[in-house]
């Protein structure tokens, strides 16, 4: 189709060909494209946080990438976070300490602490807090958003 | 009544966490259909204007274009809450920027966004009303001309631009200023907040051949949103069907319809499914907001801090249609006095029309406006006799037994309580902070009090013995994050002494699930959980009933065991599982076991012998909850910046039957309050919304928020709520903007009257000092 570009992204270890206008972002690509939904779209505008997803093991915005520019990109979802059925270490502490209410915000916070425990397995609740400061939540206060990684990071006994 | 199952009162984890911490929970905008098309809406560019024609040729023209409809295609069919003055799309005028005029489906969203730009509209601008004060001006232009021929729930006459007038009224005011040693008296001012609900407003819509449509979308009540898209397309509601996949948050923004009645329409144009989700700018033009007030208060009380009289006028700015504002004015003076004792009463409330997004539910529901302006004027009166502000309330602090405004006996209320720890908490974890405040920045602590409700209207609930005895639950009500489906789910648990494993908690569907009146004003615990019980009790009795006839035994002298048995009481070995009741229920004799409790609250009502009460839009309303705030503030002196270093609240809520959601309740409301009291306003400028966007509107984000948010846990059981509970969604966030306020008073002497707290509004305050 005029106006398409064709190329190949990987996501969750798994390579896709995709056919999108260059203009699609990744937050596009992945839930439309891909139908990985998981990636949630808040405001499309950068600040919510709620479409953070893991570009080499980086938080970034899907909202503010071009698709086409992630070629050659390790990009990992929430749905790359468990495995076969079953939630990692870190979604089971979330559910866990209920720090999940409506949700919508989960995935993005998710991937922002994957991306910081990667570095600091043993962050503080200042990292904690620092690492999810561009994540907005509604629901929950943060409150227990924060004490669910600080159990998993030995912060908080 | 408690539980010996350890289900409630325990914090099983949610039967939704796993499947949201999996990214699999399906919201609006995840559900595709086969052959779907994307709906777009065409807003008004004008704050009041005559729609004189409309021309839709260029957008029909658009490729890929499949169905364009205006206010022209439908008749005049208005739906609302206690007025009905809305139509599916603006028809005759419109009354706000950004007000729906027309929308488009076709085969792609940029295709649909696009050829929405080309409808086009001749509009005859008229002058706009974008204030309180021009709404009352004598001269002021007429929002809604034909507001006399409105259908509404209760005959209400208006002048002008009122959308509704209420008093309410105990003891002898007048008479009572005499009595006062002392008076103050404030006027202060509240903002339009957004919910800010993480999801944005969406709605997928389907057809079927008989004409019946279905709509997936946020809402806070599946029935509501079927009886209100059925009023506006003029159909049956048997057309209509509303289903409610994974919610993004709601706390009121979801409590009237969203885009589901446009969304219908097209599909119903197309024959064919049509999804439309706003964006965030849309969401926030087009929605509804907190309403802005205006409130001035008159407090008297003897020197030695007892309340004597309360005398008050609060105004509120209700937007271009009146969705809840009759409801939020009368809850605001209804919640007027407050936890306390004052025996004159006499406050007046009126809501107006004006030409700005409509104002409607959203957490506290004229509460937070209400209690703003008594705790700040309490801290105002502790001030002028020297008094504590924490001893002034706890000495008119109410008592269970006494009575609310009103006239209803309060038989649960454990606001001394909550006063007491929160402020002994607060006291001890100050003590051990040793950190001292930065330079230049002062700290100060401040309290309030407050109290709200937690039932009204009507709820129903059906649980069903399964064949192999596991247990089905359907109850219409929601959950938008609040945990709802679980704690409903724990109650049935409980009563029947089954795991969470053996319980299916059905979805709910307006097509299957009993009608409950939308899970708002912190109902859905106490309401549908006291159906939930019964109809668990109702279904326990049959079971025991057919376990009699197999067991051979009275059924007094049987009880229930933990996993699904029923045994002869002292010899478990003579008992029967559910599974085998359930067999011998639908095979053999009496059929399907099946338990129904529904029901309208009815909690002792308003005394008129006690209270006059006029255009009060409550039937009735009970299940008093009650609760106690604590702030520690740091502010800024040379910016006027403040922040909260530091937040304890304490909320009676009877019982709590999942103990972290409780706490997540006070830590997400305590939260967005803080938003309220700090740092949200919606700003407009000539009638267009200026701040439409999370660049310019700012929530908080965790660095704004303290460290800890300590949430005590009341029990002073109700005795006629589920397991003694309550509810607990909005008092989270009622007392945290005045307990700000008084914390920066504490601080630095400066007593504002208006929010959002901004540094510039306190930097002002604090020169003036």
């Given at each position: 189709m005029a106006g398409e570009l064709s190329y190949s992204i990987t996501v969750n270890d798994a390579d896709h060909a995709v056919a999108a206008p260059a203009a699609a972002t990744l937050l596009e690509v992945l839930r439309a494209d891909l139908a990985l939904t998981g990636t949630k779209r808040g405001c499309d505008q950068g600040v919510c946080g709620a479409c953070t997803v893991l570009a080499d093991g980086k938080p970034v915005r899907a909202c503010l990438m071009l698709a086409a520019n992630c070629t050659g990109v390790d990009i990992v979802t929430v749905e790359g976070l468990g495995s076969g059925g079953a939630l990692n270490d870190l979604q089971e502490a979330f559910v866990a300490e209920g720090a999940i209410q409506c949700g919508f915000c989960t995935p993005g916070m998710l991937l922002s602490v994957t991306a910081l425990l990667d570095e600091r397995?043993?962050?503080?609740v200042a990292e904690i807090r620092a690492a999810i400061s561009g994540n907005l939540c509604r629901c929950s206060g943060y409150t227990k958003i924060v004490e669910a990684v600080a159990r998993l990071t030995g912060a908080l006994r | 009544m408690s539980g010996e199952a350890g289900i409630v009162g325990t914090s099983v984890p949610r039967l939704d966490a796993r499947h949201k911490a999996a990214g699999l929970a399906r919201y609006s905008d995840d559900l595709t259909l086969p052959g779907m098309l994307f709906g777009a809406i065409a807003g008004s560019p004008h704050a009041h204007a005559r729609i004189v024609a409309y021309d839709t040729s260029e957008a029909r023209a658009v490729p890929g274009v499949i169905a364009v409809i205006t206010g022209d295609d439908f008749g005049w069919h208005r739906g609302g809450g206690h007025i009905e003055d809305e139509t599916l799309l603006a028809k005759g005028k419109v009354r706000y920027v950004g007000e729906p005029v027309a929308a488009v489906a076709a085969t792609d969203r940029k295709t649909a966004e696009r050829a929405a730009r080309l409808v086009s509209i001749e509009y005859e601008e008229l002058a706009a009303v974008l204030s309180i004060d021009d709404a009352m001006a004598p001269d002021a232009p007429i929002i809604h001309e034909d507001f006399e021929s409105y259908h509404k729930k209760m005959p209400m006459r208006c002048a002008g631009n009122e959308c509704w007038t209420a008093s309410v009224a105990e003891g002898d005011v007048d008479g009572a200023w005499g009595e006062c040693e002392v008076i103050v008296e404030g006027t202060f001012e509240t903002q339009a907040q957004h919910h800010l609900y993480m999801e944005p407003a969406a709605a997928l819509a389907d057809v079927d051949m008989n004409g019946k449509v279905t709509m997936w979308s946020p809402s806070q009540g599946v029935h509501y949103s079927q009886h209100r898209t059925a009023q506006v397309l003029g159909l049956p509601m048997s057309k209509v069907r509303a289903v409610t996949p994974a919610v993004g948050g709601g706390f009121g923004g979801r409590a009237g319809p969203n885009v589901q009645p446009i969304a219908a329409a097209l599909a119903l144009a197309c024959g064919r499914p049509v999804k439309i989700v706003l964006s965030r700018s849309a969401d926030f033009e087009t929605m509804r907001s907190r309403h802005p007030s205006r409130i001035r208060l008159k407090l008297g009380a003897k020197r030695d801090g007892t309340l004597v009289a309360i005398e008050g006028e609060m105004l509120f700015d209700g937007g271009a249609y009146a969705d809840e504002s009759p409801a939020v004015s009368s809850f605001a003076l209804m919640m007027g006095r407050g936890p306390y004792r004052i025996p004159h009463v006499s406050i007046r409330g009126r809501a107006f029309y004006t030409n700005k997004l409509r104002a409607g539910s959203f957490r506290g529901f004229g509460n937070p406006q209400s209690a703003f302006a008594r705790e700040c004027l309490l801290d105002d009166l502790a001030a002028e006799i020297a008094m504590d502000p924490v001893e002034l309330r706890l000495h008119n602090a109410m008592k269970p037994g006494e009575r609310w405004l009103g006239g209803q006996p309060v038989a649960s209320c454990g606001v001394i309580e909550c006063i007491e720890k929160v402020r002994s908490r607060m006291a001890s974890d100050r003590a051990a902070d040793t950190a001292k405040p930065a330079p230049g920045k002062i700290r100060g602590i401040g309290f309030s009090a407050f109290a709200h409700i937690s039932s009204f209207l009507s709820s129903g609930a059906m649980v069903q013995l399964v064949e192999d005895g596991t247990i089905a639950v359907n109850t219409g009500a929601m959950d938008m994050g609040q945990g709802a489906d679980t704690i409903l789910a724990q109650i049935c648990a409980e009563a029947l002494q089954v795991?969470?494993?053996a319980i299916s908690y059905a979805v709910a569907d307006s097509d299957t699930s009993p009608d409950n009146y939308k899970s708002v004003g912190s109902r859905t615990t106490y309401t549908t959980g006291r159906a939930v019980l019964a109809a668990s009790n109702e279904v326990r009795d049959k079971i025991i009933e057919h376990a009699s006839e197999m067991l051979e035994c009275a059924a007094v002298d049987l009880e229930l065991l933990p996993g699904g048995r029923v045994a002869v009481k002292g010899v478990p070995e003579r008992s029967v599982p559910f599974a085998a009741v359930a067999g011998r229920s639908l095979y053999r004799t009496g059929g399907p076991i099946t338990g129904t409790h529904t029901f309208l609250f009815d909690g002792p009502p308003f005394d008129p012998a006690r209270a006059r009460l006029e255009g009060i839009a409550f039937g009735n309303m009970g299940a008093y909850i009650f609760g106690a705030q604590a702030v520690e503030v740091e502010v800024d002196e040379a910016t006027g910046a403040v922040t909260v270093t530091g937040a304890w609240v304490a909320a009676d809520?009877?019982?709590?039957?999942?103990p972290a959601a409780v706490e997540g309740q006070l830590q997400g409301g305590f939260v967005q309050g803080m938003g309220y009291a700090l740092t949200e306003e919606m700003v407009w400028d000539s009638g267009r919304l200026a701040n439409p966007t999370l660049m310019d509107y700012k929530i908080p984000g965790v660095l704004d928020s303290p460290h800890d948010i300590v949430a005590m846990i009341v029990e002073d059981p109700?005795?006629?709520?589920?397991?003694?509970a309550k509810g607990v969604g909005e008092p989270a966030l009622v007392g945290v903007a005045p307990a700000v306020r008084n914390a920066i008073a504490n601080a630095t002497g400066a007593r504002l009257a208006k929010l959002p707290l901004t540094p510039e509004r306190v930097f002002g305050a604090l020169r003036q000092r």
């Open positions: 397995p043993r962050a503080t | 795991p969470m494993e809520v009877g019982r709590a039957i999942n109700e005795p006629t709520g589920p397991f003694g």
